[in-house]
C-alpha cells in the first residue's frame, strides 16, 4: 500500500483529534503532525534515538532539533494529566528508551503490530519528553505499520485511551524492568491496531 501524507494525516486526525474538544485541532499541532510525518516517510526503516527526537521535535515544530541546544529526553521529574500514573524517572529514561530500541529492532519474533503497540504504549508510558509523548509514539508506530505495509486504520479514541490506560496500569505493576518490553503486556493495544 502507498501512503501519502494526507491519508495519514486524516488517520491521525480521526484518531486524537476528532474529540469533544475540538480546540486540539490547532494549526500549530497539524503543522508539527505534518512535519511528523514528512520526516518519517523519507527515513530509514531502523527506530533509533534520533528518530524519537526528531519526531518529537516536529511534533513541537521545532524540527530539525537544535544539535547546539542538544534536544534531549526530558532531565528532570514532572507529573502528567494524562494518565492516572508518574512518569518514568528521568534519570531511567535513557535506558528505557535503548531498551525499547533494542527490542523493537531486535526481537524478529514480534509481528510489526506488536512492534508498533510497543513503541506506541512505551513512549506514553516513559514519557521520554515535556509534551507530545502519545503524538511522538503514534506517529513512529504508524512508521513501523507503512514500513511493512500493514494497514494504518483510523480508531475509536475511546477504545484506544481505553486500552493506552489499561496498558500503562498493567505496566505498572511490573517488578522487573525488562518486563516492560514483553511483547504480552501490549496485547490490548495490538488487538486495537489489528481490528
Known sequence: MRYTPENILNTFKSTFFLTDDTDKCSEQL???????????LNTKRTINQDTILN??????????????KGKSFRLHNHTTNDFVLEPFDFSLIDLGINSLIHAVNEDLSMSPYERAA??????????PFESQNERTGRLIACKILMDNDCRVKNHNIYLYRKALSKNHQAL?????FEDLFAKENYSDLVKILCD
Open 118 to 127: 510497543m513503541v506506541q504504549g512505551a513512549i506514553s508510558y516513559i514519557r
Open 55 to 68: 519526531v518529537n521535535s516536529c511534533m513541537e515544530n521545532r524540527y530539525p532539533y537544535d544539535i547546539i
Open 172 to 176: 505498572l505493576k511490573l517488578e522487573d
Open 30 to 40: 497539524l503543522s508539527g503532525v505534518k512535519q511528523g510525518i514528512e520526516y518519517l
